[in-house]
């Protein structure tokens, strides 16, 4: 790993872990170069990358300061689909229908398997300058959605949610009648201003409901 990937992972660990609270003011570009032995442009690199994702802020004359994350809850978490046929005590599997990568994005199509039917078709997009490692992977065991969970956080997400009649292609790779009645899940993630991923899943409209469930807040 290199000197600055070092500086940011120590500082991101610090934010996540709650050492360093949203406000606080982080030590000198001068001070931190001090204490990992490096230069200050190794430093400055670091703290770049880290004011790119929305981590902390950079004030002129002012230093740099652990951002507010902004983290909205969504109206539906992020799910892992692999936990969720799990919980519900199916076998789950994910089926690689086709892998590309185009420029700067990661373009990957596959099935979602509960026990032998497939219940979900899904069409992403992994920006690759964001979540470089994603090039790395080939995604015939692991779907993304699962990999992008365990490697990336995100701080904000946006759904979109409509039911529609499948495809003629849809039906055919879900097994269904063209027109069955689909739930229809379109999704964007971000780390702070930078793309993750968006993706496309359709799902069948028979056998997936996507529940929410809200506690009345205290404060």
């Known amino acids: 790993m290199s000197f600055d990937a070092r500086i940011r992972a120590a500082i991101e660990g610090d934010i996540r872990s709650g050492a360093l609270r949203p406000g606080d003011r982080l030590l ?10 490096c230069s200050r ?4 690199k670091a703290m770049a990358a880290l004011h790119r994702a929305g981590l902390i802020e950079r004030r002129r004359k002012a230093g740099s300061f652990v951002a507010d994350q902004h983290v909205h ?41 509960e026990g032998d ?10 920006a690759t ?37 499948a495809t003629a292609t849809e039906a055919a790779a879900l097994g269904i009648a063209e ?26 409209g028979d056998m997936f409901d996507m529940v929410a469930h809200f506690e009345p807040s205290l404060g």
């Open 28 to 37: 000198s570009e001068h001070d931190l170069a001090a204490l990992h032995g």
């Open 41 to 44: 442009a190794t430093v400055s």
């Open 73 to 113: 809850s969504a109206v539906l978490e992020v799910p892992d689909l692999a936990q969720l046929i799990a919980a519900r005590g199916h076998v789950y599997r994910w089926q690689l229908l086709s892998r590309e990568q185009a420029g700067p994005e990661l373009r990957i199509e596959g099935l979602h398997y």
């Open 117 to 126: 039917t497939a219940i979900a078709l899904e069409t992403r997009s992994i």
């Open 129 to 165: 300058e964001t979540v470089p490692d994603a090039a790395k992977e080939g995604f015939d065991d692991i779907a993304p959605g699962t990999w992008l969970l365990a490697h990336i956080p995100w701080t904000s997400a946006q759904h979109r949610i409509r039911a529609a009649g």
């Open 179 to 204: 027109h069955t009645a689909c739930l229809i899940l379109e999704r964007s993630t971000w780390r702070g201003d930078a793309a993750v991923t968006t993706v496309r899943q359709v799902f069948r």
